[in-house]
């Protein structure tokens, strides 16, 4: 085969508009492994979402998945985190309590938690699709000074038309990588982890050139993964800014666009 790695997104990626993924895309993916290649997901949720999410969905075995915007990298086996990129507690406090200055409602994960001030109507459909429950601990920002553990993500939810404001609001913070990994979600992870960096050390792992590498996603936070493969795909569905640097654009989440690429470059 031409690529022997292929990353995909979850939400709006490889997971349909209906929660669910296609037998069609399970079907390309055991076909693709089969075949000696490698499959994996990288994603912002946190493991803990993920664990759950791909056993319903039947995606199951021995392959890799990348959490918190590829601050963690996880084995789906045996649940064991392979290694973290935690974010500098500075850069955590700051983000935290420009959030909540800001009046928006921020949290914070670590490889097994996600911190919140309380569950409420703004956050609690978050939690839900993920379906996971945080740690509610009033002030996010003051427990996270007292945080002993790695601290691998933040986030914040915004109104859908503050996205550039709140990027600017968050963009000068040292250390960090800010994203918009939703209309409504502002994410930050440390400078050296992110998606991108993310296929590149797991491509040094598996002694698989990047050249040799398909990414696949549709949002602002998949553009570093997506410039970075070797075969750089935005779906159909995908932002604009996205499509506009991917190699090639595939057919929307709910039309199998992952599984129309893996089976095009599956023997």
Do not use: W
Not at 105 to 134: G, H, M, S
Not at 186 to 201: F, H, M, P, Q, T
Not at 212 to 219: H, Q, T
Request: aromatic share 6%; proline share 4%.
């Amino acid at each position: 085969m031409r690529y022997d790695l292929f990353i995909s997104d979850f939400d709006g990626t490889l997971l349909r508009r209906d929660d669910r993924v296609s037998a069609r895309t399970v079907a390309a993916i055991k076909k693709f492994t089969s075949s000696g290649g490698v499959f994996g997901v990288s994603t912002g949720r946190a493991f803990a979402s993920m664990i759950k999410r791909l056993g319903e969905l039947g995606l199951s075995g021995d392959f890799p998945v990348m959490c918190c915007q590829g601050a963690a990298s996880v084995d789906i086996r045996s649940g064991k985190t392979l290694g973290v990129i935690p974010m500098k507690k500075a850069a955590v406090s700051e983000f935290l309590r420009r959030a909540e200055t800001l009046g928006l409602c921020p949290q914070y994960y670590t490889p097994d938690k996600i911190f919140t001030e309380k569950l409420n109507a703004v956050n609690k459909p978050y939690f839900d699709i993920n379906r996971v429950l945080p740690e509610e601990v009033g002030r996010v920002s003051e427990h996270a000074e007292n945080c002993c553990g790695p601290v691998l993500k933040t986030l914040c939810f915004i109104e859908p038309d503050r996205r550039s404001e709140m990027l600017d609001a968050f963009g000068d913070i040292q250390g960090i990588k800010v994203f918009a990994s939703h209309p409504m979600l502002i994410e930050a992870v440390d400078a050296s982890a992110g998606k991108g960096n993310g296929l590149r050390r797991l491509c040094e792992s598996l002694g698989i050139p990047i050249g040799r590498s398909v990414a696949a996603g549709d949002e602002l936070n998949d553009m570093e993964m997506v410039q970075a493969a070797g075969l750089g795909v935005a779906m159909g569905n995908a932002v604009p800014e996205l499509k506009a640097v991917a190699d090639r654009i595939t057919s929307d989440c709910d039309n199998d666009g992952v599984a129309e690429i893996l089976e095009e470059i599956t023997e």
